[in-house]
Nanobody, 126 residues
Framework: QVQLHEQGPGLVTPSQTLSLTCTVSGGIITSDYYYWHWIRQPPGKGLEWMGVIAFSGTTYYSPSLKSRTSIARDTSKNQFTLQLMSVTPEDTAVYYC??????????????????WGQGTQVTVSS
């Protein structure tokens, strides 16, 4: 059974870079057709998909966050990471990593998630 665990600082200073790591157990991040996502939920708001790294290493990002987001992986540690640059208080949220799928058709791209981490609270404040 795949399990995911997010780690990172709970507090980030405005204008700095938020960095989170998701450690995967019970599965291998390079396994065919697995996609590894980052999702967040600001207080009082819905879930926001941020981006994904595929089993192949290819990355896809939300258009609204693409200019500030970078997702990478360390296959030796079976981890994938999120960096969000130039953060503001509006980036305060619970951040989740998740396993699922990402598929595109002529009408657009869709996501689905079947396994989630427990989430980690990140507050952006001076």
């Amino acid at each position: 059974q795949v399990q995911l665990h997010e780690q990172g600082p709970g507090l980030v200073t405005p204008s700095q870079t938020l960095s989170l790591t998701c450690t995967v157990s019970g599965g291998i991040i390079t396994s065919d057709y697995y996609y590894w996502h980052w999702i967040r939920q600001p207080p009082g708001k819905g879930l926001e998909w941020m981006g994904v790294i595929a089993f192949s290493g290819t990355t896809y990002y939300s258009p609204s966050l693409k200019s500030r987001t970078s997702i990478a992986r360390d296959t030796s540690k079976n981890q994938f990471t999120l960096q969000l640059m130039s953060v503001t208080p509006e980036d305060t949220a619970v951040y989740y990593c998740a396993k699922g799928y990402y598929y595109c058709s002529s009408t657009g791209c869709s996501t689905s998630f079947d396994t989630w981490g427990q989430g980690t609270q990140v507050t952006v404040s001076s």
